[in-house]
């Protein structure tokens, strides 16, 4: 296998088995573990998929060591786009401030942050 196809695949493969892991650490209420496999899978996703930007890497970087934080990673198709950052509900507002904060004096771009919250997802209303 060509060396680029297989970080191709080790990303994938593992991402399949870290998607596993967090749902599980989820059910067991492992907000840390579920953090860790975060890190893991924009590691993974930057280095072995070579699917982020310097600007991604930032943003997560940057949210590493801010009070509330779960979890960073990229998301969507990568390339750029976004983070997701999950966060504990009372520390949001003031995460979102100082990641705004430290993503512009750092990288020269005022980002845009959406505080959101987790809902049933997409189902049939009677």
Known sequence: ?????????????????????ACDALVRGDMTELGRLMAEAHQSYSEDFEGSCVEADAMVELAKDLPGLIGARLTGGGFGGCTVNLVEQTAAPAFAEALAARYAANIGIEPQIHICKASAGARRLE
Do not use: C
């Open 1 to 21: 296998m060509e060396p680029k196809s297989l970080m191709r695949a080790r990303h994938v493969i593992s991402e399949n088995l870290r998607t596993v892991a």
